[in-house]
């Protein structure tokens, strides 16, 4: 068509087309609530507008001009908003009702980052034609192969673009004439919009969104709320109501302290309820989704909670009490654990609390309530008061500000005052009260914990010398406190604190000069040390805990360390093993009984620290090697706790002139089927290994079903490998192994590994054996370090078969009910991925055959394997794929391509791109794949960090529209189109989030 036929009457059908385009769109988005339009408006292109627009872009002699001029037809759709506009765009409608023509499709939105002076026209150009369905119609065919332009702007954008159009587009020609002032006319519309127009778009946005906030919380306020929150009948149904009332209607009440306690007493009572009830599974269109927990629920009531917290005495008392009494009800460590956290924001001394009440206010009303409760309501809630206390007792103030684009954390130094004495005071009476109800080490530790706080100065910034003061004054009570039930304590306890107190002592007396010459200071600091000398003194005249402490624990204070800071950590390992030869001398026949009592003791010490015991140990081996009479005569009355060091004794024996007797009881203790799992770690430091007594004991294990032995077992076969390595794997680590794989346990790889000396074992592994190592590794949840370590070893022989562990690994992952914590193929190796990298050929060729088998979600899979191997893609990775492509089967172009998904498009694959999309059918799917692996992006950084990349990338395949190739040229067009369009989207979404966040939080 020519622009003669346009006039003689194709005017009219295109006038006639985009009239119908309009009537669908505005149908269409009628028709969705979640919609506002504006208007629609339609025309067919003015023919006075047309030939000027031919005769400029040199085309009045065209005989294509539909192909030439895309808005022939136009049809504009008008919108309130940027959200608006953003979601029609996201509603789908256009690409329901017509056919996009993509290529022809523009964004316009100006980005800064492209060009120093961006255009300012705003608007989301489709190209649209009708669909096939709807050409065939009769009264539709005429249309066929016609095509309409379909803006997309806000309200604003539109009278912007309607003045642009009238003087800027229809600009007369100026030679010589009014250059200048048709540039300030083109720079004040540059200002209307940047300074006016953008602005108010954003403005209007907000108004639009805080309304819509509004209007939704006003709904909900209507329906009685806390009515339909008390009579929510299952927890699905509780959580979108307390959900939508802390969302909507909470943040507007306009006297929320009215209605506090309503409001806790509603959330309260429904929450206690929810408690009985089960999960019930919600129903979808796609099937049931797991519904909502009581831990979802519980945090949402304590979000609502802390709301009310700083709401004058009575918010304080009873946000506090609502948190005990839900912290007795809670089923489950995760509600538990929210709660503790409500009991912290409440309690912790908060800056803006400080700055309006001027000090703590809040923690002497906490304090208060806690002092009235009785002791045993107290220990009751024991995990909330003890937050609350601690809390209360740190020395620093804390607050946070923050404006759309920083977040502020303030810290400082509580400002000391009579009130601060007597708050701190009082939570350390009710400290005290607690840790004397204490029954146990693990309750009294937890409460000293919190008095600790009461000892330390702020980590940040400056503080006082009166706060100084202060927290010297309440460490010297806290130890006179310690000193006075010191005999009622454990050794392991008084052996800890008197590690503290040293310290104390130490940093009391190293204050520097404007501290120490402080008058106040120096009375605290005396009356600290005093109390600390004290205690020492106390503790120290029970032998038996000199003793203890010599042999147990790792924080031990001996004499030396009160005398200087030279007492370093060598000079302590060697003092102990001084003192250790010592204590040896002094067991005799005569105090054999008396040291056996006091060995129970220290045996029978609680404790998951493996610093705990090694003096202890020490002190056992030398014993059996220098007094083995006496220690034969322990090993028949031992307790259940001390035949866990019965390995060290035996060791000691081992060294002694009655080793042939200890060998012989050992026998006859594994003939009666006892103490398999000492004997099993006796075995494993031994100066000369037994094979058959590490066998034989390993038996008893199994028949006992002791995993802890068993384990044992497998770590000592490891690591007394090169002691016996004929028959050390059958006889001894495979049985082991397989009795571990059967029943699922696979935490014998961190155990084995750091006994396993230079990978002897694994490395030296028969083929079958190991196809067992690796099948009993499936199971492991996560390929670790050590776990690598393994692999590695077995790489070194068999790549291939570590290959084929990890695509067994990925067939066990699809078969899990629940694949939640298992990771297939980790998303990098260490020492195993420099092996591998040595045979990329026969990885790419393994990995392929996984996806003939099994192509579903493949880039996640299989092609992480080969991104794990090889997180860069390196030549001799890309060769083989270079191969595969070559060969234009689509199979294999596909796995390519799942392949190279895990390499966000380096401009490195380019060239390995082009082959693929030589290889393939113009019309071929994969190469929409092909395009989305090309715009992947990975992490970005910053609002406009896709801008920033999208821009790189269409600079990165800008050489493609020169290649010899007209496939890649073609391509390469549409790449670009396309990542103009991602850009300018891009653009918009990170401008209206920006601007959006300045209004809600502030510059």
């Known amino acids: 068509m020519n622009l003669a036929q346009y006039l003689a009457g194709q005017q009219d059908l295109y006038k006639e087309f985009a009239e119908l385009v309009e009537g669908i769109l505005e149908a269409s988005i009628r028709g969705n609530r979640q919609l506002r339009l504006q208007q629609v408006q339609s025309r067919a292109k003015n023919p006075a507008s047309l030939k000027g627009k031919l005769e400029k872009a040199g085309l009045l002699e065209s005989n294509a001009i539909e192909d030439d001029i895309k808005d022939l037809a136009g049809c504009r759709l008008i919108f309130y908003t940027n959200s608006d506009v953003a979601a029609f765009l996201s509603s789908g409608i256009l690409q329901e009702q017509f056919k996009v023509d993509w290529e022809r499709t523009k964004f316009h939105h100006p980005v800064p980052m492209a060009s120093e002076k961006p255009r300012l026209f705003i608007s989301n150009n489709f190209v649209v034609e009708l669909k096939e369905e709807l050409a065939q119609r009769p009264e539709f065919e005429r249309f066929r192969g016609i095509r309409c332009e379909v803006q997309v702007q806000t309200i604003l954008n539109h009278a912007w673009s309607e003045m642009e159009h009238d003087i800027l587009y229809k600009r007369p020609r100026l030679e010589g004439f009014g250059g200048r002032l048709m540039s300030d006319i083109d720079e004040r519309m540059q200002k209307i919009m940047r300074d006016y127009l953008i602005p108010a778009g954003y403005e209007f946005q907000k108004v639009v969104n805080d309304f819509e906030r509004l209007s939704s919380g006003k709904a909900l306020f209507d329906e009685a709320p806390l009515l339909a929150i008390q009579n929510c009948q299952n927890n699905n149904e509780l959580h979108e109501r307390l959900t939508s009332f802390n969302q909507h209607v909470l943040p507007h009440f306009d006297d929320l302290e009215a209605v506090q306690n309503d409001v806790r007493k509603t959330v309260l009572a429904a929450m206690m309820a929810a408690q009985s009830r089960k999960a019930k599974p919600i129903d979808t269109s796609y099937g049931q989704l797991e519904g909502h927990t009581t831990d979802q629920l519980m945090s949402l009531v304590a979000d609502i909670l802390d709301r009310f917290r700083y709401l004058g005495e009575e918010g304080v008392i ?121 029954t146990s080490d693990k309750e009294k530790k937890v409460v000293l914990q919190k008095l600790s706080e009461a000892s330390r100065t702020p980590t940040m910034g400056n503080y006082s010398n009166a706060l100084l003061a202060i927290a010297l004054n309440d460490t010297a009570r806290i130890v006179r406190f310690l000193t006075e039930v010191s005999a009622e304590q454990s050794y392991i306890l008084l052996e800890e604190f008197e590690h503290h107190c040293l310290w104390h002592y130490r940093r009391s007396n190293s204050l520097p000069p404007s501290m120490a010459q402080d008058q106040e200071v120096a009375r605290a600091r005396d009356g600290l040390n005093q109390a600390i000398l004290a205690f020492r003194d106390r503790v120290n005249t029970d032998q038996r805990f000199v003793i203890f402490k010599t042999l147990v624990g790792y924080q031990t204070v001996f004499p030396p360390a009160w005398e200087g800071g030279d007492f370093d950590i060598h000079g302590i390992d060697e003092y102990r093993k001084m003192e250790i030869a010592k204590l040896v001398d002094q067991v005799s026949e005569k105090t054999a009984e008396e040291w056996l009592q006091i060995i129970t003791i220290c045996a029978n010490t609680s404790s998951d620290d493996r610093a705990t015991f090694p003096s202890f140990c020490l002190f056992l081996e030398q014993l059996g090697k220098t007094k083995p009479e006496i220690v034969l005569c322990y090993l028949d009355r031992l307790d259940n706790e001390l035949t866990n060091f019965l390995s060290s004794m035996l060791l000691g024996l081992e060294q002694s002139g009655l080793k042939e007797a200890a060998i012989k009881q050992i026998w006859t203790w594994i003939g009666e089927g006892k103490y398999a799992r000492q004997v099993i770690r006796y075995c494993e430091f031994a100066s000369t290994l037994d094979l058959s007594l590490q066998e034989e004991a390993l038996q008893v294990a199994i028949r006992a079903d002791d995993e802890v032995g068993i384990f044992h077992a497998i770590r000592a076969s490891v690591a007394r490998y090169k002691d016996a390595p004929d028959n050390m794997t059958e006889l001894v680590f495979l049985p082991a192994l397989r009795y571990l794989t059967d029943r699922g346990r696979h935490e014998w790889i961190n155990a084995v590994w750091p006994r396993s000396e230079n990978q002897a074992l694994f490395s030296s592994l028969a083929p079958e054996q190991e196809d067992e190592v690796l099948a009993s590794m499936v199971i492991c949840p996560h390929i670790d370090y050590d776990a690598e370590q393994i692999l590695q070893a077995i790489a070194a022989q068999s790549p291939e078969k570590v290959i084929d562990f990890f695509e067994k690994r990925v067939a066990y992952e699809k078969g899990l009910q629940s694949s939640h914590g298992y990771e297939e193929i980790p998303y990098k190796f260490q020492d195993l991925r420099e092996t591998l990298q040595q045979i990329p050929e026969l990885l790419v060729a393994k990995v392929r055959k996984w996806f003939a088998s099994d192509n579903e979600l493949f880039a996640y899979r299989g092609g992480r394997m080969i991104a794990a191997v090889f997180p860069e893609p390196e030549d001799q990775l890309l060769k083989p794929l270079h191969e595969l492509a070559g060969t234009g089967k689509p199979d294999d172009v596909e796995f390519v391509i799942e392949v190279l998904k895990n390499y966000q498009g380096q401009i490195v694959l380019h060239d390995l791109f082009k082959d693929l999309i030589e290889a393939l059918p113009e019309d071929s799917p994969l190469m929409g794949e092909i395009s989305v692996v090309l715009d992947s992006v990975g992490v970005v950084n910053g609002e406009f960090g896709h801008v920033e990349t999208y821009l790189r990338k269409k600079d990165e395949i800008k050489p493609w529209l020169e290649d010899p190739r007209e496939k890649v040229r073609a391509f390469a067009h549409s790449q670009t189109l396309s990542l103009e369009r991602q850009i300018a989207d891009e653009q918009r979404r990170a401008e209206q989030g920006l601007e959006l966040r300045k209004r809600n939080y502030g510059e």
């Open 318 to 438: 009873n946000t506090f009490d609502a948190i005990c009494i839900l912290y007795d009800s809670a089923t489950s460590d995760n509600q538990r654990k929210r709660l503790i956290s409500s009991a912290k924001n409440l309690s912790e001394h908060s800056l803006a609390v400080w700055q309006q009440a001027g000090g703590p206010v809040v923690e002497s009303i906490l304090v208060e309530r806690i002092h009235a409760l009785d002791l045993n309501r107290i220990v009751a809630s024991k995990a909330v008061v003890l937050e609350v206390l601690g809390q209360v007792l740190r020395p620093e103030v804390r607050g946070s500000s923050s404006t759309y684009n920083t977040f502020t954390i303030k810290a400082g130094a509580v400002t000391p005052s009579d009130l601060l004495v007597n708050v701190r005071s009082a939570a350390i009476d009710i400290l005290l009260s607690v840790f004397r109800a204490a």
